[in-house]
Nanobody, 113 residues
């Protein structure tokens, strides 16, 4: 499905990052999309999703700090992450929600001083 994530990096606590994902092989307009993350030693988890109509939903751990959005014309999904905390350190992935079995490479985010 050609999922490609970008935008990760190293940021200090309290900082911001903007992640982007393109999904050229996904039937985009009919699918909810999600951002997932996998921290070291932990299972991958869904942290934000956006329905095909653009309605967002968030895990409690990121609610009020992260904002998910989508551009159906560009088949892209964005995750704006503000007030980052060390516990946000993880590899971030986008995928359909529910996810396909194939994942992209992900983009690593490290929050550290």
């Amino acid at each position: 499905v050609g999922l490609v994530e970008s935008g990760g990096g190293l940021v200090q606590p309290g900082g911001s990052l903007r992640l982007s994902c393109t999904a050229p092989g996904v039937p985009f307009t009919i699918n909810a999309m999600g951002w997932y993350r996998q921290a070291p030693g932990k299972e991958r988890e869904l942290i934000a999703r956006v329905t095909s109509r653009g309605a967002p939903d968030y895990a409690d751990s990121v609610k009020g700090r992260f904002t998910i959005s989508r551009d159906n014309a560009k088949k892209s999904v964005t995750l704006q992450m503000d007030n980052l905390k060390p516990e946000d350190t993880a590899v971030y992935y986008c995928n359909r929600n529910p996810p396909y079995s194939t994942w992209g490479q992900g983009t690593p985010v490290t929050v550290s001083s």
